[in-house]
């Protein structure tokens, strides 16, 4: 029993470690962020979705992932400052905090549901990609022809949705599938990824209502 557990535990240890040094990069990424020109938000974020592309072809070079990792998440903080000052300008920092709290209460509440359930959700990978694509593309078109509030708060809802369903995937997948040390990179920008964009689609929402 003892070497079953100690398998099972070290794994969740380095995963939640890596998951704790990669925030305090993506906040002294935005602490930096204060401080970068406006001119080199798109290279940024251009960057940042390279070193996604580029972790996926690296994730079994656990040196190498790591690396990246916190590359990533250093830049992403670069680039966050940029739409937390804007939702803290606009909204104000108290609903900033608000919906920070109300994200993180559903995140945990959706991860912790995952891993004491252990039900598998990975029927929903094809599903959460397409309506992933969909959003993108609706967010692409968006940056030419301006959509309605109403329209905005469709899409803004449907993101929402969507990180929800990848939240339970991506802990449904570690959970119940298992994951390696050299997976756990990976596994951090993922899990990253889905609060972030949880936080900013709720941020959207709240924007839009509020001029409504």
């Known amino acids: 029993m003892e070497s079953y557990y100690g398998v099972q535990s ?3 240890a380095k995963l939640f470690a890596a998951l704790f040094s990669g925030l305090l990069m993506t906040s002294a990424g935005m602490y930096v962020g204060q401080f970068v020109p406006a001119i080199w938000r798109m290279p940024l974020w251009i960057a940042e979705i390279a070193l996604i592309i580029m972790m996926m072809f690296v994730r079994k070079r656990k040196a190498v ?23 803290m300008a606009t909204l104000g920092a108290n609903v900033v905090l608000e919906a920070f709290a109300v994200t993180t209460l559903s995140f945990g509440a959706i991860a912790g549901y995952t891993m004491i359930s252990k039900r598998d959700f990975s029927f929903l990978g094809g599903f959460l990609f397409l309506g992933l694509i969909a959003l993108v593309l609706i967010g692409l078109v968006g ?3 301006p959509y309605s509030s109403t329209t905005m708060m469709i899409y803004s809802g449907m993101g929402i949705l969507i990180f929800i369903g990848y939240t339970l995937f991506d802990f449904s997948r570690l959970t119940v599938h298992g994951f390696t040390d050299e997976d756990i990179p990976m ?3 993922s899990i990253y990824l889905d609060f972030i964009n949880l936080f900013l689609y ?3 929402f709240i924007g839009i209502g509020s001029k409504n």
């Open 65 to 87: 992932g790591y690396l990246m990792m916190y590359a990533f998440m250093f830049v992403s903080g670069v680039t966050l400052y940029t739409a937390i000052s804007y939702y």
């Open 202 to 204: 709720i941020l959207q």
């Open 143 to 145: 940056a030419f022809i």
């Open 187 to 189: 596994l951090v920008v």
């Open 10 to 12: 070290r794994p969740y």
